[in-house]
């Protein structure tokens, strides 16, 4: 088992299958695409550099991606908020 896989386990659910579907995803798009772990966190990187990040909230504990230079990304700014009940 990798060290990164500790973060995803030690996570409750629903923010475990959350994560963990997540990663899949990413991971899934390039077999170029590697992760790590950086400030004690999930990072993606693409060709060793990184794009995106995982992240929970300390105070709200919801899950949220981040994107390295996301004011880049076409479209505009999406926000997807998931209610947990």
Do not use: H
Request: hydrophobic fraction near 35%.
């Amino acid at each position: 088992m990798k060290k990164i896989d500790c973060y995803y386990l030690n996570m409750e659910e629903p923010n475990k299958s959350c994560l963990l579907a997540l990663r899949s995803i990413i991971l899934k798009q390039d077999p170029e695409i590697s992760e790590t772990k950086k400030w004690g966190m999930p990072c993606f990187c693409f060709k060793k550099k990184m794009f995106c990040y995982l992240w929970t909230d300390k105070k709200t504990q919801d899950p949220y991606i981040l994107f390295v230079e996301g004011n880049y990304l076409k479209g505009g700014s999406v926000i997807i908020t998931l209610s947990q009940g």
